[in-house]
Nanobody, 124 residues
Framework: QVQLVESGGGLVQAGGSLRLSCAAS????????TAWFRQAPGKAREFVSA????????YYTGSVKGRFTISRDNAKNTVYLQMNSLKPEDTAVYFC?????????????????WGQGTQVTVSS
């Protein structure tokens, strides 16, 4: 069992930056591929970014490429999402997800463990 807790969300103006953190407890987190998803009001949860168990492979949805960076520190059992040049359309609740696997996936159903989410609001 893995417990995930997100933090770092907040209100920021367009063009600003935030860094989200996903702290894991429980099993050996270094064995888990991890991802970030987001869900805006009235919309389905969507993939944002993912990282393999050792961080050597990363994946991004097209709308955040070049603006967001995912990383992980397995010694701290934490995955990060650095978000730069934020836009109002990035406003959503951001969720961290994990799966006991070496390879990261981009679909919600691939992940077994989820955090409660952290709100990111970008004002124009």
């Amino acid at each position: 069992q893995v417990q995930l807790v997100e933090s770092g969300g907040g209100l920021v103006q367009a063009g600003g930056s935030l860094r989200l953190s996903c702290a894991a407890s429980g099993r050996t987190f270094s064995s888990y591929a991890t991802a970030w998803f987001r869900q805006a009001p009235g919309k389905a949860r969507e993939f944002v970014s993912a990282i393999s168990w050792n961080g050597d492979k990363t994946y991004y949805t097209g709308s955040v490429k070049g603006r967001f960076t995912i990383s992980r520190d397995n010694a701290k059992n934490t995955v990060y999402l650095q978000m730069n040049s934020l836009k109002p359309e990035d406003t959503a609740v951001y969720f961290c997800a994990a799966k006991l696997a070496l390879v990261a996936m981009t679909t919600t159903r691939a992940y077994d463990y989820w955090g409660q989410g952290t709100q990111v609001t970008v004002s124009s």
